[in-house]
């Protein structure tokens, strides 16, 4: 629940940032708080999902490797193993919560792509 939060609140923060650059830049002519807010949720669901999904696969992929001493290879391959994953299942969440919300059901594989990254990085 807390890494929902999290995200939810980068989603909504790093959007209304955006919008007021673009405001600030003449692009736009005023904050749209649906989009910001349909980002905190997007980001909310994706990291809602994901969490546990990291979580509990990092604690399987412990279980197998994990026997005698625990070297950096060792937990590099566990934190990768369990964030890819979680960072796909996170990312297609994502597009789920958006298309509920917004009824726009656009797949983009790019969003996938971001999920392996974020598990990648953040696993």
């Known amino acids: 629940a807390i890494e929902a939060l999290k995200q939810g609140g980068i989603g909504f923060g790093a959007d ?10 003449g692009h736009r002519h005023g904050i ?3 989009q910001a807010i349909e980002s905190g949720v ?3 669901v ?5 969490t546990p999904i990291g979580h509990f696969g990092g604690k399987y992929l412990g279980g197998l490797v994990g026997e005698g001493k ?3 290879w060792k937990a590099g391959a566990i934190a990768v ?5 979680a960072g796909l299942v996170g990312a297609g969440a994502g597009i789920v ?3 509920v919300m917004t009824g726009q059901w656009e797949f983009n ?3 996938l792509i971001g999920g392996v990254g974020g598990g990648l990085i953040g696993g």
């Open 16 to 25: 209304l940032l955006a919008q007021e650059i673009e405001v600030g830049q």
């Open 32 to 34: 749209n708080w649906v």
């Open 42 to 44: 997007t980001g909310a």
């Open 46 to 50: 994706s990291a809602g999902v994901a």
């Open 70 to 72: 625990m070297t950096w």
């Open 81 to 85: 193993g369990s964030g890819i994953p």
């Open 97 to 99: 919560a958006y298309g």
């Open 109 to 111: 594989p790019a969003a």
